[in-house]
């Protein structure tokens, strides 16, 4: 399986998670997601009452510089070990 096609079984299986990973595990997953289908962070940073938006931003960002196949392999084998706690 290439990891173009395991990042997208990853999308699929994330769903079925019987539990809401915590914040920080969703923040992960967003900006994994995000770097591997779109690669660094665009736009500027949301303003200060924005605080979801912002830390959304701010995650991505961190990742800024990282391969898209190397932020895809990150999501699968995150996603890969919520589906053992998470179920």
């Known amino acids: 399986?290439?990891?173009?096609?395991?990042?997208?079984?990853?999308?699929?299986?994330?769903k079925t998670l019987t539990r809401r990973p915590s914040n920080d595990d969703m923040?992960?997953?967003?900006?994994?997601?995000?770097?591997?289908?779109?690669?660094?962070?665009?736009?500027?940073?949301?303003?200060?009452l924005d605080m979801v938006g912002r830390a959304k931003y701010d995650a991505w960002a961190k990742l800024k510089g990282t391969a898209k196949d190397a932020a895809m392999q990150q999501y699968v084998d995150k996603v890969a070990a919520l589906l053992k706690s998470h179920r």
């Open 27 to 48: 923040l992960a997953l967003y900006s994994l997601y995000k770097q591997g289908a779109e690669g660094d962070v665009k736009g500027s940073r949301p303003g200060m």
């Open 1 to 14: 399986m290439s990891i173009q096609q395991a990042f997208e079984q990853a999308q699929k299986d994330v």
